[in-house]
Each structure stands twice: as structure tokens, then as C-alpha cells.
């Protein structure tokens, strides 16, 4: 049944999705769009692009922008971090802002909630983990944000549950405007393989080198293409850290740390991709990379982006 069949008027639009480091808002977004779009990590500012996930339903198409989490810059890869994360609010009709209840209130809330004092955007406020809470502990944080700022809709979740996703959902879809398909119904975000397949690498180099490599870490892919007539696609990428320890601490005695990591990152290569994958690491040093304007270009920052 379509939309004219049912005098349905099909709604879309840009919701970003916004908040504090690790408050699960790549979490949501994979739980919404039903497979991994974006890495998944314990440690802050794990996202450092603009991410897009579309979910297409009959009636609606919802454009979800999953940001870098909000905080203080320290390095230019910082500053580029906090100017996506801002410049969303400017570009999208809906905003999610998304906060941790195990956390509690904090002084990046407040820092967030005088940002958003200055949009028109609708905005929402997303309490994500509530199955870290005992229900009589919600209220209190509830009324709590609330008192600082007149949300749209206030509504609780686990996004790593799935516990009133969809609910959220619902409420969403009645705040877009009516307009078109902006992407294919199958298409589920707007990056390259190649981005993707990077991220992948780097959320499982994150996962195993736990505090010992910050996030002085990056990917690059330098070959990816299908071998010949068979279904096995070649990939070889770089790791590349600031500084020789942490190279050291990524390939691991005998090179076991990044034989695990390549084992780990193939696997969800593979079911991105739908084909066998031959995955080849290499690591380099390129000293303090995140100050320097020419090593953030190589990974797809731009000032004129920003």
C-alpha cells in the first residue's frame, strides 16, 4: 500500500544527533539503521566525521547524523571535531540530543544546552541507558533538563537494548516536514565503503590497545578492489600513531596485536561487504599528525568543510 493509497503525505529530514563523549549516540544510530554504520567505543570521541544513516519506511524517510561528541578541543583534530558537531545544529530539522543517565548532569550538558539556546531547531532530549537505572531514579533527571530548556519531547531509551527505540521513532517522524526521498529505500548512509572499512580497523585497533594508544590513532586504506573474477576482495591499509611506542604497542610482540586486529576488523569487513576479504596492516609513525593541517587533509578533513 503507498502513501497515496492511504493520503499518507510522506515526511522526511536531517536529524543530528548530539551530545556529550560516549553517551551511546553511535550505538543508537547502528540500533536504527540495523547494521554497523558507525564504531562503537568505551573511549571518548571515538566519532570524528559527520556519520549518515538513512532508515526509509513507506511513509518516511529519516536522514540521522551521528556527531563527535562535544568537548574541550586540544588539537586541530579537536577543533575540527567541536566545529561538525556545532554546525549540524545550523543544517538539520530536528536535533537529538542524547545523554547519558549513569552519568548524570554535567558541565558539558550545560555547555550543550546554552548551544542549543541559540538554534530554532526542534529539539529532543534522548535519556539513553535506562536499563542502568532503577525507574524511580528517571524522574528526578527528567525534571532536572527539563528545567534548562523547553525540549519537544523528552524521551527514555536503551540503545543498546532497543528498549522504546521505536517509540522514539514515532515521535521523530511526526516532527519532519513533508518531502521527498532524498536517497535510494536501500541505501543506508551516504559514506564510501572505503570510509567505513577504515573505521572498522580503527574501533578494533581502539578495542585491543584499550588506554594504552589515545586516540593518536588513524586509518588509511590504500588498495581496496576485487581480485580478478573471484569473489575475494583485497584490502591493505595503514595504521598510522604519533609516536614509535605506540607502533610498537600496536603490532605487539611478534605482531600478534595486529594480526588480532586484522583477524577482528575482516569479519565485520566481510559482513559489510558480503564477500570473502583478504585484509593486509601496515603501521607508520607520522609525528603529532593531529596538529597538522596536511596529515588532516590526507584523512579527509577540510578547512572549507568547516
Known sequence: MNNLETNTAYRSGFISIIGRPNVGKSTFLNRVIGQKIAIMSDKPQ??????????????SQMIFIDTPGIH??????????????QNTLKEVDLVLFMVNVEEGFGRGDEFIIEKLKGVNTPV????????????????????????????????????????NVENLLKEIKNFLPEGPQFYPAD?????????????????????????EVPHSLAVMIDKMQTRGDKDIIDVMATIVVE???QKGIIIGKQG?????????????????????????????????WRNKMSNLKDFGFREDDY
Do not use: C
Open 256 to 288: 600478534s596485536m595486529l594480526k588480532e586486529i586484522g583477524k577482528r576488523a575482516r569479519t565485520d569487513i566481510e559482513n559489510l561487504l558480503g564477500s570473502k576479504v583478504y585484509l593486509e596492516l601496515w603501521v607508520k609513525v607520522q609525528k603529532d
Open 46 to 59: 571515538t566519532t570524528r566525521n559527520k556519520v549518515q544513516g538513512v532508515l526509509t519506511t513507506e511513509d
Open 243 to 245: 609516536r614509535a611506542s
Open 72 to 85: 574541550k578541543p586540544k588539537h586541530k583534530l579537536g577543533d575540527f571535531m567541536m566545529k561538525i558537531a
Open 124 to 163: 529532543f532530549l534522548v535519556l539513553n541507558k535506562i536499563d542502568q537505572l532503577h525507574p524511580d531514579e528517571l524522574l528526578p533527571i527528567m525534571e532536572k533538563y527539563n528545567e534548562l530548556y523547553d525540549f519537544k519531547a523528552t524521551v527514555p531509551i536503551s540503545a543498546l537494548e532497543g528498549n
Open 187 to 211: 541505501q543506508v548512509t551516504d559514506h564510501p565503503e572505503r570510509f567505513i572499512v577504515s573505521e572498522l580497523i580503527r574501533e578494533k585497533a581502539l578495542h585491543l590497545t584499550r588506554e
